[in-house]
């Protein structure tokens, strides 16, 4: 019973002994190194034509636990369905990945970001032109 109770009291004193060793970073001109599994503000990829990834077939709206995406698709003069509403409200999202491991065409992915706060509530809700990440060739 004392036993943790002196390792504690160990770590407690050897930090207070070490003044040195800075454990906080100056946020935000210092920033930490993101793991790789961090999973952060989705973007809307595109094919190496630059076009639009995702083909609006709703799996991403369908997996999501927070039901925060919403969808309408339409075909464009090609033929090809796309997506011309996708939103999501980012304040519901839990940020699980599920609507990325959903996709069956790989068009959306949680990125690094995670600098999205912001005071007014109409900024949260994401539309697919926020989310969609530039054209290569522009
Ligand atoms: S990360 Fe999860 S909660 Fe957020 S939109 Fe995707 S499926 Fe929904
Ligand atoms: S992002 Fe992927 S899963 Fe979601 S509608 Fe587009 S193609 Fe379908």
Known sequence: MIKPLIKGLYVTISHFFNPFK??????PDEKLTIS??????????????????CVACG????????????????EDENGVRKASVY????????FCGFCEEACPVDAIH??????????????????????????RNS
């Not at 800075?22 to 946020?27: F, R």
């Not at 999501?64 to 339409?74: F, L, V």
């Not at 939103?87 to 839990?94: G, H, Q, S």
Request: a neutral charge.
């Open 22 to 27: 800075v454990v906080t970073v100056q946020y």
């Open 87 to 94: 939103e999501i409200e980012m304040l519901r999202c839990i």
């Open 36 to 53: 790789p599994r961090f999973r952060g503000l989705h973007e809307h990829l595109r094919d190496n034509g630059d076009k639009e990834k």
């Open 110 to 135: 949680l990125s690094n970001e995670y600098e999205i706060a912001a005071t007014k509530l109409d900024f949260h809700l994401y539309s697919k032109e926020r989310l969609l990440v530039p054209k």
């Open 59 to 74: 799996l991403c709206a369908k997996a999501c636990p927070s039901d925060c995406i919403r969808i309408e698709g339409i």
